[in-house]
């Protein structure tokens, strides 16, 4: 909801022109973006290590089982780069591999098909541009989620466009909507629509 409303706010200057204010409003989409892909991570494992609370005739002990929460839960302490590996390893904790589940329709009447190495790369370019934004790096990476990079208008230090941060917020939805789909299922309850 707060990247919805910085785009409306991005959007709601008008007059042509470059508008280098607007851009650090791309920028922010792009990080909490970011974050909100992190943290419904940290929330899908959360709720899979309660769904594994042993029932008292479970063969795994309650000692067991809390040494087993309190090392995931120093695994999602130290998670802070959602990128396609460290999210998946993440998932294995709780067994369950989220990339097989992302692949979706995309593009005008869902004529392109998203796969997983794809969504997994567009994860990992999506987290190298968060990752200059965070640091502070004097110049963005020439990665394809780009669009400037994509139509060959720039090959060193592209620039961030609204298109590229709604793109990005588009693609991180998507991504957490599925992977939260597939967790549901792996759970055996109730999509909740993540």
């Not at 409306?8 to 022109?17: E, F, L, S, Y």
């Amino acid at each position: 909801m707060h990247c919805d409303n910085l785009v409306a706010v991005h959007r709601h200057r008008k007059g042509p022109g470059r508008r280098y204010e607007e851009m650090a409003i791309n920028r922010a989409i792009v990080v909490m973006s970011i974050a909100a892909w992190q943290a419904a991570i940290e929330d899908m494992v959360r709720v899979a290590l309660d769904a594994a609370v042993p029932s008292p005739t479970s063969p795994l002990s309650r000692q067991g089982y809390n040494l087993l929460a309190g090392n995931l839960r120093g695994a999602l302490a130290r998670f802070s780069t959602p990128n396609s590996q460290k999210t998946r390893e993440l998932f294995e904790l709780v067994n369950y591999d989220p990339k097989p589940t992302w692949t979706w329709q995309t593009g005008r009447f869902g004529r392109e098909t998203r796969t997983p190495n794809d969504a997994a790369q567009r994860l990992d370019n999506w987290l190298r541009v968060r990752h200059a934004i965070a640091h502070g790096a004097s110049e963005l990476p020439a990665v394809s989620v780009l669009g400037a990079v994509r139509t060959g208008q720039a090959t060193a230090n592209p620039p961030l466009r609204l298109a590229d941060a709604e793109n990005c917020l588009g693609f991180i939805r998507k991504l957490t909507r599925v992977t939260g789909a597939g967790m549901a299922n792996h759970l055996g309850v109730q999509d909740p629509g993540w």
